[in-house]
């Protein structure tokens, strides 16, 4: 990569800007139009699946490419910014869809597996955010948070699924993240210790 | 004093991101601010803005209906045949040309079949303006005040016999015109019963606001059905065909377990990924309850005498 000569944490601020301008200009991109509210849901929601199904990809690529593994630290960067694309999809979705109707939220939820799968990866996402900082790897001992996050595993193949199920008719994009995914859990399964 | 790039300590970086971060949000906010502003401006003009005269009313209206504006009509659509986005049928659609433009009424339930012109078809009516709400299988809704003539008037004059059961009605089906026309793997089909058909509530509309539709809405002429989901209200119809079999429309084509026939509004049935209970009315906060047979229960009902029966409502 051309960006070698930057000092890391220059690097690792150029990456922070970048996405955080990618969530402004899709924010301002769902202005455009007449549905400001499900514009808003959907790139989030989609944005966000991007990224986490990107953090999966760090580890099988590492073993082939030098690029890759030499910059491994950005899958914590991609990671945490997917998480705060995830918590904009939810805070939306509670806000601007739902109003605060706590009771209508509960009767959607309620028995709607393409929902509970959102939630439920949302819920598992945030400890792994949350922890997702040198001094919590300390804390927890590295053995530890890396069991705590292969949590991953469970909550990017529900973030799919969940991406899948929100389609009336488009499935090839949810179906072809479907197929990485199977890619990287099948290559885990055969290199796992 | 300018502090050199090379001389920032983790802290001021860490704390410079905050400043960032600040700015970011502040960004963030000024679209959704002036869009939260059009919103509310566009719902004063509107109600500013007098419309034609509504020659009826359907009874079931529980609070005074406020359309959306024309704006939004015209530019968050569903016409697969341009394309799958919401925005794509306002931007593509215009390659469709709407003039001429005829209608075939046949099958073997119509003693007098004919091919006719637009201008013919409207001719025969007068033009009625309704204002209905438009509930999307997709729990969106919007409110609309169509102009066109009443669906029965076009049958009548068919002459019906004893094997006009069903009314079946086809799209334009154009590979020049429409960039995706087979989407569907044919030309977009709907059908209604003959009851439902008659009745008075089903419209063939014409236009929007008093404006002739537009591409994107279905121009020249579309069904509208507003107690039934949005994908009933087949667009730029260029056949209708009584028949003796229960037609097979699209959607139940494409997927029978989510699309029925009938795809009545009702809260009490869900699709089995969302619920039909609730609405989210476009260009405007929140959600609202959706109503049985979208408010026109009173009009509809009594051809279906089942309402625990799913077939009627998906």
Known sequence: MGLRWLP??????????????????????????????????????????????ITLLFTPFSQRFTWV????????????????YAAAHLL?????????????MFDEVAGNLFILLGILAFVLLTPLALTSNNRAVKYLSFRKWQLLHSLTYVAIPAVIVHHFMAQKTAVLEPLLMGSVLILVLVWRYRHAR | MPVKSSEITPEKVYKRRRVLIGAGVGVLAVPLIDKAYGVFQDKQEQLEKPL?????????????????????????????????????PAKAAKTLVTSPWSVEVGGEGADKPGVYDIAELKG????????????CVEAWS???????????????????????????????????????????????????????AMNPLT???TGIYDKPLEQQNGAPIRLVVPWKYGFKYVKSIVKIELVEVMPKNTWWLQNKREYGFYANVNPQFDHPRWTQATERVIGELGRKPTLLFNGYAEEVAYMYPELDNRLYFY
Request: proline share 5%; hydrophobic share 40%; charged share 20%.
């Open chain 1, 8 to 53: 890391i944490a220059t690097r690792k601020h150029l990456l922070n800007i970048g996405l955080c301008l990618l969530l402004i200009w899709g924010i301002y991109e769902a202005t455009i139009g007449p549905d400001l509210v499900s514009n808003l849901r959907d790139f989030t929601g989609r944005y966000g699946a991007y990224l986490l199904l």
């Open chain 1, 69 to 84: 593994k030499r910059n491994l630290w950005m899958r914590r960067n991609i990671g945490v910014w997917g998480f705060v």
């Open chain 1, 92 to 104: 939306i979705w509670i806000t601007l869809e739902f109003y605060f109707d706590w009771a209508l």
């Open chain 2, 52 to 88: 034609s005269q509504v020659t009826t009313q359907p009874s079931a209206e529980l609070e005074p209906l406020v359309p959306t504006p024309y704006e939004t009509i015209t530019s968050y659509n569903n016409y697969y045949e341009f394309g799958y986005g919401k925005g794509d």
């Open chain 2, 124 to 135: 025969e009516s007068a033009i009625e303006n309704h204002i209905y709400r438009f509930r």
């Open chain 2, 142 to 196: 919007m409110v609309i005040p169509w102009n066109g003539i009443k669906l029965s008037d076009v049958i009548k004059s068919a002459a019906p016999n004893s094997k006009a059961k069903y009314v079946r009605f086809t799209t334009v089906n154009d590979p020049e015109q429409m960039p995706n026309a087979d989407w569907a793997g044919g030309p977009y089909v709907e059908g209604l019963t003959i009851e439902e």
């Open chain 2, 203 to 205: 419209l063939l509309a």
